[in-house]
């Protein structure tokens, strides 16, 4: 993969997921292939909230200039990136409206209608909309785009802090959860307090690796304490009759994830979506020869594969076997199957995983075990080796010169303080995601040499 | 129902489906039990869809002024009515933004590049959007909205001005499959030009009826000819290597029809939704008794009826079972099953629709075979009294006179001539909804006694 930037649209392209020529920078049109991988990705985000008790719900999309404005730290966070709508209906508006940033504000003064005593806490609840930001940087589909077309936002309330803090582990979980059955590597830690969401008391990031070695941020989970709660007055009535001010968090995943599915589990050719979300899971290549007829065994193979539930496509068109193998690999179907003269003759199939390209022999009667059976391992192998390949940039670093590599990804110990952190940007132009939320240990840190926690530097979007 | 708007406004309100009291006008947050029936609504409607090989696709938001303007009727149908964005990333735009009030715009232009040659043909895709529309006439929760959260919109383009004639049939018959499953009533009538969709050559539209005797357009197909196709150079090279102007339609189904549900089949109490996607099928109230415990039981129900993959709620609350019943009325529960010390010696239980209130025993050994059974004699009840009460205020008029009663529809004859329909409009109050689509009868117009077809006027909102 020389150039990246390249690589990944040439892939969504191919791959026909997205259209990157809409007339609006920084605005795609989501394909139909596109959209059945996207609703794959939901699914598996959806099930893993409403397992824990989270309850869609659906926010209006234009928020009040007032509303908006009220939590002072927040609009100062957000309020050179978003999109005013100032006219409506042939005339000036009397009160502006803003795109939702994301939904804080547009939530929050209906959970002080909804919340009145302890009985109605925890309330947690998520949605998934478009968010809109004015970025000025680079646009780049499905990475920095100025529509979020696909942003997941939970937000729950609390009565206690503790109930707050202990919210913020099980959305880490959830999202732990949620990256693993993708197959996506992360790292997880705690912002510093310049990259904190604008409002929150402190706020806890995953971010993954690209290919050309820098990270990018593909969930976060915010602890709003009281901050929200105190200016939207969000209260309760607890058990001895007394007000009190609730806590709150709010975790979000975007469509970065599947940014992320594409680049991690890439090659040259282009990406190989794990099973689990795979829009076509196995793709039929029959091989015509002349005195046999591959077609009614490829229809067989094909009945049976869908009767065990998997999603398969059966190629019957002109083209040569070599350019459908060529086509398919471009799409992302982790397993091809081809059925020629041979298969027919030995009631057999020839099986190729799109990852190792492995040609594999299955004959027909272990077609409906050994075909999952497939699938799954390949799964397996496509996480290992993406932790592998991001676990091989780390460098444990105890001096600035370890970390000159290309590409690599930095765990340091470090203060705490924001001039140390400067230092490691200026010299080496790795930027400071923040301390490792999973890592206790505690040494010297790597530019002033005082008492410092575990953190990692890297190249980032 | 005195009301109706004060009835419409409290069910929504009691049943816990949408919150009407966000800070903008005529916009409105979905709560998690109404994101759970608008999921199963859409469900149905994404079925059909797919059978009859519509690709979902998403589409941004924001449309550029200019794309915006260039089919000139559709802007003039649209200006007075759309929302602006002028303002973002703290700056002026160079190019304003519109809220889509619906895609056509959106996607045209992409769609020229797609479609290529007759082999690209047809194309069939759809999107489930948000669109605005700044309306200035009184708002109403799910009927007249500044933001359509549920917007269904489907657009097709075809090789031939025929194909598009049959996609408009194709439609027409997926919409009233849709409301069938729903038990939505309906009348289907051709617009007359007055009230075409702006750039469209007719459109046709469904109809509904409120219990106040109101027609409420619930569903629209439009045929759109070339107008857009021209605008927009949606060509094809067809099979003798011509190129060739494509044929389109579209056809939209907004939140109305989750309005409509809710009225079609409410009662004083509250609705009563279809088991076929009521969020809670079966509620099951236990009722103690001095020495019973109904709880074993009721739980045993619960399982068993979850096991043939009915969605089932046991109310083990502390309220009175008289609170309870009402409770589940009002948000529209369709069966209520008791057990109380009677079901438990008599190993039955008690079971109680929402619309008729009978009281019938089911012996627990019946249970997986006769309550699912039951829900669909009562979807079945719910679809034909439905269509009763929209045939009971159908009057066939051959006089004015005929036309005067409170809530009448009529069925008239009509010459087709503005002046005529407006006659009746200023005389009698009702609006011409259209020529009625599958009624080829023919006989002399109510107003000027020219040939005339048949034709539908009512009340409308």
């Given at each position: 993969m020389k150039d990246f930037t390249e690589w990944f649209e040439n892939v969504l392209d191919q791959a026909g997921l997205v259209d990157t020529r809409y007339p609006v920078k920084g605005m795609y049109v989501w394909l139909p292939y596109g959209m059945q991988l996207r609703g794959r990705v939901l699914g598996i985000l959806r099930r893993l909230l409403e397992e824990t008790g989270h309850q869609e719900v659906l926010f209006p999309l234009l928020i009040p200039e007032d509303q908006f404005a009220k939590e002072a730290e927040h609009i100062r966070g957000f309020e050179d990136q978003v999109y005013w709508v100032t006219r409506g209906g042939g005339s000036d508006l009397d009160v502006r409206l803003v795109l939702r940033p994301t939904s804080e504000t547009a939530m929050y003064p209906m959970f002080s209608l909804w919340i009145r005593s302890h009985a109605d806490l925890p309330l947690k609840v998520y949605q998934v909309v478009s968010v809109f930001r004015c970025e000025t940087k680079m646009t780049k589909p499905l990475i920095r785009v100025r529509e979020v077309t696909t942003f997941k936002e939970a937000h729950t309330v609390h009565a206690t802090a503790e109930d707050a803090e202990r919210q913020v582990r099980e959305a880490v979980e959830i999202y732990k959860r949620f990256f693993d059955e993708l197959g996506i590597p992360y790292l997880i830690t705690r912002r510093p307090p310049w990259d904190t969401f604008a409002g929150a008391e402190y706020s806890i990031a995953f971010d993954t690796v690209s290919p050309e070695g820098k990270t990018l941020q593909i969930g976060t989970v915010h602890n709003l304490g009281q901050k929200f709660s105190q200016v939207f007055r969000i209260r309760y009535l607890d058990r001895d009759g007394n007000h009190r001010l609730a806590y709150q968090t709010c975790y979000g995943i975007s469509e970065r994830v599947i940014a992320s599915l594409i680049f991690t589990h890439g090659d040259e050719l282009g990406p190989c979506f794990p099973p689990k979300v795979a829009p076509i899971q196995v793709v039929i290549v029959p091989i015509p020869f002349e005195g046999f007829d591959p077609l009614p065994l490829a229809r067989e193979v094909k009945e049976r594969l869908e009767r065990v539930q998997l999603r398969v496509q059966l190629d019957g068109g002109e083209e040569r076997p070599g350019e459908k193998y060529y086509k398919w690999e471009r799409r992302g179907v982790p397993l091809r199957i081809e059925i020629g003269p041979e298969e027919v003759r030995q009631r057999k199939v020839t099986a190729v995983p799109r990852d190792t390209r492995?040609?594999?022999?299955?004959?027909?009667?272990?077609?409906?075990?050994?075909?999952?059976?497939?699938?799954?391992?390949?799964?397996?192998?496509?996480?290992?080796?993406?932790?592998?390949?991001?676990?091989?940039?780390?460098?444990?670093?105890?001096?600035?010169?370890?970390?000159?590599?290309?590409?690599?990804?930095?765990?340091?110990?470090?203060?705490?303080?924001?001039?140390?952190?400067?230092?490691?940007?200026?010299?080496?132009g790795l930027s400071m995601l923040g301390m490792e939320v999973e890592d206790p240990s505690v040494g010297k840190c790597l530019?002033?040499?005082?008492?410092?926690?575990?953190?990692v530097v890297a190249r980032t979007y």
């Open positions: 492995e040609r594999l022999e299955v004959p027909l009667a272990d077609l409906e075990a050994r075909i999952p059976e497939l699938l799954g391992e390949l799964g397996e192998r496509l996480r290992r080796r993406a932790w592998e390949r991001l676990k091989e940039r780390i460098v444990e670093a105890s001096s600035f010169e370890e970390l000159k590599g290309e590409g690599v990804i930095g765990r340091i110990f470090w203060c705490g303080r924001e001039e140390c952190a400067r230092q490691v940007e200026e010299q080496l530019v002033c040499g005082r008492e410092g926690k575990r953190a």
